[in-house]
């Protein structure tokens, strides 16, 4: 079998490998990713407020971290975070209520009618800069580039979907804790690339202007495995082996 006849899953796997950030060693790699990208790629953030070179929030505190590293190089090639909810207390516990709550549509989705142990937040997914587009189209976190890397075909086409295998690696940490849905701040069009491998996000809101055009979008875990490609399901197991998170009970505050 050669390079290009890989699977997505086979080519992801000999590629990647997802490493749960759970020491203080493997957070600080999060924290400097996430800072290079938002604050100092992106100016999502303002670096000043951040002179250690370290970008966090109040949210890093009960969430569940991941990084991505690519094997062939050692390096980490980005990271994502599951933002945890720390009690069933009806205040504001997710970056999404406390940022754009005015965006939710409570039709659709009503935080205050659902068990909060039963859902997180995926948040702050952040790809380092030579993984993303090329210069001039680096304009999101998620973006993707295989310029200044000596790489192989399979490689190639696997890069692209970085995002997905990040986004995966969330869906099967909220799956490990028992989760029934998770919501995310996200652009349209990486919705529509979702829906491309069968990953049907639903909005929940208008689309704000928060670090770029973003709206609130939701998916179950019912609704994950529905129209998910045979593809994209076998990668999503592929995950699942990579990962191996603790989940341990929700507490009331």
Do not use: W
Request: glycine share 6%.
């Amino acid at each position: 079998m050669t390079e290009t006849d890989l699977s997505l899953a086979e080519a992801f796997n000999q590629f990647f490998e997802l490493v749960p950030a759970n020491t203080d060693a493997l957070r600080d790699v999060v924290y400097r990713i996430r800072y290079q990208v938002y604050c100092h790629e992106l100016h999502f953030e303002n670096e000043a407020d951040f002179p250690d070179g370290r970008e966090l929030d109040e949210f890093d505190a009960h969430s569940v971290h991941c990084l991505l590293r690519h094997r062939p190089s050692g390096e980490f090639a980005g990271c994502v975070r599951l933002v945890l909810n720390t009690s069933n207390s009806p205040e504001p516990q997710l970056p999404l209520e406390r940022h754009c709550s005015d965006s939710l549509d409570k039709k659709t989705l009503d935080f205050s009618q659902i068990d909060r142990s039963t859902f997180g937040e995926i948040s702050r997914l952040a790809i380092v800069s030579r993984f993303r587009r090329r210069p001039g189209e680096a304009k999101t976190a998620h973006g993707v580039s295989d310029e200044a890397l000596s790489i192989t075909p399979s490689e190639r086409r696997i890069f692209p979907h970085i995002a997905l295998g990040l986004y995966l690696a969330s869906a099967t940490i909220s799956l490990k804790r028992g989760m029934k849905m998770v919501v995310v701040m996200m652009e349209p069009r990486l919705a529509r690339h979702m829906r491309y491998f069968g990953i049907n996000f639903v909005q929940a809101g208008d689309i704000v202007d928060y670090h770029g055009l973003r709206g609130p979008f939701f998916i179950t875990s019912d609704s994950l495995y529905q129209g998910m490609r045979p593809e994209v399901k076998a990668l999503l197991s592929i995950v699942g082996d990579q990962l191996t998170v603790p989940a341990p009970p929700l507490t009331d505050v």
